[in-house]
């Protein structure tokens, strides 16, 4: 019987080092009169009471809270507002 000798080659490959990036996240920015109307809530200001301090309707007042909320995809007001002040924007 005869022997047979196996030899195993290795290969090396190189492989060029992956490097992870945070991506950078643009926050959308706030017009200004989101930022009127989340500093005055931010204040404790009602609907109401905004909206007779920026000579706005109500209604007009509570389409700035829900675009701002669906836009940055928050809950609520009270989110919309904490998010403004940790943003910097208020």
């Not at 195993?8 to 490097?19: A, S, W």
């Not at 500093?39 to 700035?64: F, H, Q």
């Amino acid at each position: 019987m005869t022997a047979s000798l196996l030899v195993h080659q290795t290969t090396v490959v190189h492989q060029t080092p992956v490097v992870h990036q945070t991506p950078v996240v643009l926050m959308p920015a706030l017009s200004p009169r989101e930022r009127d109307v989340l500093a005055l809530v931010a204040d404790g200001y009602s609907t109401r009471e905004v909206a007779r301090r920026l000579c706005y309707s109500e209604r007009t007042i509570k389409n700035v809270l829900q675009d701002v909320t669906s836009r940055l995809d928050l809950r609520n007001r009270t989110q919309a507002v904490a998010y403004a002040v940790r943003s910097g924007w208020i």
